[in-house]
C-alpha cells in the first residue's frame, strides 16, 4: 500500500528555517505532481507549493513565493519543501499530496492520497 510520510516540522522562531521532507513507498512515485499543503487551526486547508514529476516545474502560494522552495528526489522517492525567512501567520499542519493525473493544483479533491502531516510552529 503507498503511503506519505512527512517530518521535519516544529518549533522555530520568526525568520527562522525548517526543511520539510515527505517519504513515498512505491514506485510510481516518479510519475506524478506532488504537492505542500497547509491547515491552521479553524482554516481550510490550503495550497503552498506543487512540482512536476520530470521537468521539476514548481508553483507557489502568493504568500510563500520567495521564502519556500519545494524539491524532489525522484531516486529517494522524496520531495522536500524548504521554508525560510518564516512568520507566525506560516504556522500550520504540514501535509504532502499525490495529485491524480489531470487534477487541479489548488484543490484539494485532485490528490488522491495524502500524508499523516506534520506540525510548523513558528513563534513571534
Known amino acids: 500500500q503507498v503511503q506519505l510520510v512527512e517530518s521535519g516540522g516544529g518549533l522555530v522562531q520568526a525568520g527562522g528555517s525548517l526543511r520539510l521532507s515527505c517519504v513515498a513507498s512505491?514506485?510510481?512515485?516518479?510519475?506524478?505532481?506532488m504537492g505542500w499543503f497547509r491547515q491552521a487551526p479553524g482554516k481550510e486547508r490550503e495550497f503552498v507549493a506543487d512540482?512536476?514529476?520530470?521537468?521539476?516545474?514548481?508553483n507557489y502560494a502568493a504568500s510563500v513565493k520567495g521564502r519556500f522552495t519545494i524539491s524532489r528526489d525522484n531516486a529517494l522517492n522524496t520531495v522536500y519543501l524548504r521554508m525560510n525567512s518564516l512568520k507566525p501567520e506560516d504556522t500550520a499542519v504540514y501535509y504532502c499530496?499525490?495529485?491524480?493525473?489531470?487534477?487541479?493544483?489548488?484543490?484539494?479533491?485532485?490528490?488522491?492520497?495524502w500524508g499523516q502531516g506534520t506540525q510548523v510552529t513558528v513563534t513571534s
Open positions: 512505491g514506485r510510481t512515485f516518479s510519475s506524478y505532481t
Open positions: 512540482i512536476s514529476p520530470t521537468t521539476g516545474s514548481t
Open positions: 499530496a499525490k495529485r491524480r493525473l489531470g487534477g487541479s493544483r489548488e484543490d484539494t479533491g485532485s490528490y488522491e492520497l
